[in-house]
């Protein structure tokens, strides 16, 4: 059979995706401006619920961070990329760390959202891509411009793992140096995945060991009291001695 022509419509949303790639890719440049060369010497891959060489949670203290303030000019920039499929949490988590509570329910990102954390010795910019379909086509456009990716996961949409991991594994391919920081999110609920079997139903064992890939378990907005999980804070600790 002959291919059938493209119709006008499929043309013209064809055409609107690659605008609003352009777009997210310049107000990128334009938010972010500077390229740069990251810093890694590489590590070894590491799983689990608790970070690495992190203080413990009761040792954070948050006023810390703003002990010494350097002239806002002096900072440097790093940059931390926040992707996974629509629902998974990042928006929240960006709201979060920007001392926001979580919203009511899902509302998608259509597009990015960003939010930029001063800490003692430098500035985090934080960038969610919406994980809606047609927005995941242009994640792998901005993986190589960053220093962390944060992969977030609904633990408890055990319907769509395959998804998740079919994009997270996209990503680590696009870029075998970048460290990636995977949260299993929403542990709070009933049906969630623990981290070993998300840790097998992400295909993390067959991840470069040499590769700094991390798997954190959290509720980002738990649903009640009493979590216990390691959240916000613990990913954000991770974060900066990843930035460090
Ligand atoms: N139970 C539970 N719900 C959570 C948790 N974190 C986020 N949510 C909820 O999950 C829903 C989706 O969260 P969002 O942060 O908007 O998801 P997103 O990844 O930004 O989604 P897109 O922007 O569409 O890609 C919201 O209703 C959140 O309140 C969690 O730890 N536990
Ligand atoms: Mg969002």
């Known amino acids: 059979m002959a291919p059938r022509p493209l119709s006008p419509l499929v043309l013209a949303l064809g055409g609107a995706a690659a605008v609003l790639g352009s777009v997210i ?20 891959a590491w799983w689990g619920t608790e970070p690495a060489r992190l203080p413990e949670w009761d040792e954070w203290d948050p006023e810390d961070e703003a002990d010494e303030e350097p002239a806002l000019e002096e900072l440097e920039q790093r940059e931390v990329l926040v992707l996974g499929l629509d629902g998974s949490g990042k928006s929240t988590f960006l709201r979060v760390l920007a001392g926001k509570p979580p919203l009511e329910g899902h509302i998608p990102t259509w597009g990015f959202n960003s939010v930029r954390l001063p800490t003692k010795n430098f500035e985090v910019d934080l960038l969610e891509i919406g994980g809606s379909q047609n927005l995941r086509f242009y994640w792998k456009e901005f993986v190589n411009e960053v220093d962390v990716l944060v992969f977030m996961v609904d633990s408890a949409d055990r319907l769509r793992m395959p998804w998740a991991r079919q994009e997270l594994h996209k990503l680590l391919d696009k870029d075998p140096d970048l460290p990636v920081v995977i949260v299993a999110n929403k542990q709070d609920l009933s049906e969630a995945m623990s981290v070993v079997e998300l840790q097998q139903e992400l295909g993390l064992q067959a991840v470069d060991n040499q590769r700094e890939v991390f798997l954190l378990a959290a509720s980002i907005a738990p649903a009640g009291a009493g979590f216990e999980n390691p959240g916000t804070v613990h990913i954000w600790r991770l974060l900066l001695e990843l930035l460090s």
């Open 25 to 44: 890719f310049i107000l990128w440049k334009t938010y972010f401006g500077r390229g740069r060369e990251r810093r890694w010497d590489g590590g070894e």
